[in-house]
């Protein structure tokens, strides 16, 4: 009899204990269907060297573009692609030329295609367009934006991977209508008129128009892949009166900036507690090209500051850069080597 009654107890624990499970995992699933789930990204950790190349190539013609978090080359092309970029911000109507052939623009005075001349260059002055990517530099200038003023512009297309001419032409914008921007263009004796719509572009800086075949470009990754670029550009010498190519490092305007740091400081002593905040700047140039130089005379090699170092801010996280060489194993110059650490 008291077995009996045992056994009995025992069974209704158990039955208990399963009723409470089975509650408590309807509790959970209950639970679950209530709350979306947000799965916790892992953060990115890179345990391979902290040294790289930037492959260019001797006659400087690829531009690489970097990803300081993921320690990567995402993208490279030609820089010779393309002959104007438009600002794919969709509150802003900025237009650049090609700095990096050397390009330049004039405003002419003149409304009407057919009206404009070399002649109207003449006292209105020719402008490059500067490495340091900032709107109120650009060559361009103001044209209007969304409405065209409708004003003529003379282009000098630069110079080709040769270093020949690629000659000139006369464009206007026309007005910008949602994403569209429209260009007209043609050679200097009115011949071979194009007119093209350029659409703004998701997730990109800028989008790119090529006069050779008339062709609008998607060249850069998306901007938030990477975050330097490895290019040419134009600067100016205002004593020696001198517009100039040289190739440097630019940084990404949608998520980077940088700044130059000091040649005393030893690299592997450098800590995020180092950051100045207040040295950050808009200028795309800021890293630049003057980590090296070129030695005139007899020697015509390039030589660089290991000493020089760079500090890099992307969506908040900090790295220092430094410049260890800028030629190949076969003694090419075009292939800029550098060490990237992230600070702590």
């Not at 009899?1 to 089975?22: E, W």
């Not at 990404?252 to 950051?275: E, W």
Request: include cysteine; charge should be neutral; glycine fraction near 10%.
């Amino acid at each position: 009899m008291i077995n009996g009654l045992i056994n009995k107890l025992c069974f209704y624990c158990r039955l208990a204990s399963l009723m409470r499970a089975g509650v408590a995992a309807l509790l959970c699933v209950a639970l679950s269907s209530c709350f979306k789930e947000k799965p916790i990204p892992m953060p990115y950790i890179y345990n391979g060297p902290d040294v790289f190349v930037a492959n260019m190539g001797p006659k400087y013609d690829q531009q690489l573009y970097f990803n300081a978090q993921t320690f990567q080359f995402t993208d490279s092309n030609s820089h010779f692609g393309y002959d104007m970029a438009f600002d794919c911000d969709p509150t802003s109507y900025n237009i650049w030329i090609n700095g990096s052939k050397l390009m330049f623009a004039c405003r002419t005075g003149k409304y009407n295609l057919a009206d404009a001349s070399m002649a109207d260059s003449i006292g209105n002055g020719w402008h490059e367009e500067l490495g340091s990517g900032l709107p109120a530099e650009n060559a361009i200038g103001v044209w209007g934006g969304p409405s065209s003023n409708k004003e003529v512009y003379l282009l000098n297309l630069g110079t080709d991977i040769k270093g020949q001419s690629l000659g000139f032409r006369k464009v206007q914008m026309g007005d910008c209508t949602g994403d569209n921007y429209v260009v007209t263009w043609c050679n200097l004796d009115g011949s071979d008129m194009h007119t093209v719509t350029v659409l703004r572009k998701a997730n990109r800086n800028k989008v790119y128009l090529s006069f050779a075949d008339a062709g609008v470009k998607d060249l850069e990754p998306d901007y938030n892949n990477w975050d330097i670029i490895f290019t040419r550009y134009s600067i100016y010498f205002p004593v020696q009166n001198l517009p100039y190519q040289v190739t440097g490092v630019l940084t990404n305007p949608h998520k980077s900036m940088a700044y130059f740091m000091d040649s005393t400081s030893a690299f592997d002593s450098i800590k995020i507690a180092g950051v100045d905040q207040s040295k950050f700047t808009q200028s795309l140039d800021n890293i630049g090209y003057t980590w090296k130089s070129y030695g005139l005379g007899t020697t015509g090699q390039y030589t660089w500051n290991e000493k020089y170092t760079y500090i890099l801010r992307s969506d908040g996280r900090y790295y220092k850069i430094r410049f260890l060489g800028f030629y190949n194993a076969a003694g090419d110059e075009g292939y800029p080597k550098f060490q990237i650490d992230e600070l702590k």
